[in-house]
């Protein structure tokens, strides 16, 4: 399964039904008025900054520099593809992963001056980098299946399951998630998470990086592999290909051959499809010359064995060789 990750580093991009002109996609809207037989208002809008794969909207190819008005129907982002959405007023953007359905509510202005932008996420992922609003009337909110996040300047990412099931999480800033009558304030490194037809869950610390403690074990003269892990609740935990089981709280602990190359491959992935790979290639380990020979007596135990002195420490932490500071969304399929 490919990664979004790389996805998020584009810019915001919008589109929108209208007509095409000059290479643009510009939206038909009605005009705006500050007042009646005032000046006509500048109509807003977010521009395609950054394209990347299939990017549709209206079964018509989005491409950098088209115009998205108000009332947009859908963007949508295939596979190994996403765009990137910049405000008209350069204010904050918008990155749109892969497999994303997007649309785009409002974009306007208020007789005061604030700038409210109003999408509807309703699969996939976007990530939002969005200035601190002065004028109090300006907004910026994320409507999804399961309810709104509402910012005035922070930086967040909402990801949508296909059942509606939706986490916001802040990574700057604070964003209002609501939800059946009941709003929660998401600070930095929190997040909230939402089901259809129920309140956001309190704010809880975004998961943080897989701690794993590996322990070399030898059972009538073979060597196994002790694994203790800790990993975001309800995870799906795959070591070389192997399912291990994961407690409710996120707990791993399993014995497993050590690989014939040497080569520990760890794949963790979340319930919202992000997955992390981590990569440790294994030390030789010398046999003691008393299990040398699979004649020995196993051990009652053998949990409580323990590497001989001159090898690897008993626990050794586990490094990401692959780095994924802002993991993508992969929502998977049943």
Known sequence: ????????????????????????????????W?????????????EVREVQGSVTSQQRPVQVGDRVQSRAT????????????????????????????????????????????ELSLQEGEVRANIQTFTNPESSFRVNTPAG????????????????????????EGSVEVTAQGQT????????????????????????????LSLQFLTEAGVERLQISATVPPRSQVLVNQQSLPVSPTGEVSAVVDVPSDRLLRMVVRDPF????????????????????????????ETDSLEAPEEA???GTELEDTMPNQNPSIAPQES
């Open 1 to 32: 399964m490919k990664t979004l990750t790389h996805l998020l580093h584009l810019p915001t991009v919008l589109t929108v039904k209208g007509l095409l002109l000059a290479g643009g996609l510009i939206v038909g809207v009605s005009p705006a």
């Open 34 to 46: 500050a007042g009646g037989g005032g000046p006509l208002q500048q109509p807003r809008y977010l």
């Open 74 to 117: 859908a963007i949508t982002t295939g596979e190994d593809s996403g765009t990137t959405l910049v405000l008209d007023n350069n204010s904050g953007t918008v990155a749109v992963a892969e497999n994303t359905q997007l649309a785009v509510d409002q974009v306007a202005t208020t007789p005061t001056g604030g700038q409210q932008t």
């Open 148 to 171: 709104v996040a509402g910012v005035r300047g922070t930086e967040f990412s909402v990801v949508v399951l296909p059942t509606g099931e939706t986490r916001v999480t802040t990574f």
């Open 184 to 211: 929660e304030q998401i600070q930095p490194g929190y997040f909230s998470q939402l089901t259809p037809g129920q309140p956001p869950t309190e704010p809880r610390p975004a998961p943080g990086d897989t701690r």
């Open 273 to 300: 499809g992000i997955e992390q790979v981590y990569e440790l290639a294994l030390p030789m380990m010398a046999l003691p010359e008393s299990q040398a020979t699979p004649s020995e007596t196993e051990p009652e």
């Open 312 to 314: 690897e420490p008993e």
